[in-house]
């Protein structure tokens, strides 16, 4: 966040208070981040006991959002901010109930690496679905960074990236789909893979909802449901 932006407030200790809530979602999106690389592992390489780790952290995410949460209720009932200040507790809000929701979706890859462990697993079958697995860590990567520097040019740049996720993960299915119409004993295991890139095509579409916050905060604009090409122009139009 741009210390210009926190530094405007006489009280030293809303700056500190507005400072720490910044730190929680940033060890918040570093905790989701490390989830889904876990849980993307434990599909691909068939370890299953990886699988129930990432399953077991995801009530780590749960409670730090829990925390955050409570931290800005406070924030909102000891300062009562306005402006700018209430625009970014309000992100931050919205920003944590993604990052809770990203956790979810990787808590089902990773059941789903579980689930998968003990079957067959023919050779470079997983490929694909590593890609989009390292594609969607980066997108979160990238919005969580847009976050840290409250870029909405970076955040612009990065819900780019979900376009491309979708056509990966409609990819995958049609894969999906092939393989099960020519071997039927396959169904099973197709069904649970479809189950788990869906998991990780849904946390694209989380990390572009992070983007919007972004922007949302900085510029007062909710781009929520509208086209990139339309956010873009809202970026670059004068605030």
Known sequence: MDKLLIDQHISGQFNAELEDVRQQVMAM???????IADAVKSLVD???????TVEHNDYKVNSMEVAIDEECSHILARRQPTASD???IVAIIKTITDLERIGDEA??????GTHLASQDRPKGAYGEIEHLGRHVREMVRGSLDAF???DPDAAVEVAREDSKIDREYEGIIRQCMTFMMEDPRTIRRML??????????????????LCEYVIYFVQGKDVRHISLEDMEREVRSPR
């Open 29 to 35: 999106g570093g905790l989701v981040e490390q989830q």
């Open 46 to 52: 068939g370890d299953g006991e990886l699988g129930e």
């Open 86 to 88: 209430l625009r970014l």
């Open 107 to 112: 808590e089902k890859v990773g059941r789903m």
């Open 148 to 150: 840290a520097r409250m």
């Open 192 to 209: 649970d893979i479809m189950w788990a890139v869906r998991a990780l095509e849904r946390i694209g579409d989380h990390a572009r909802n």
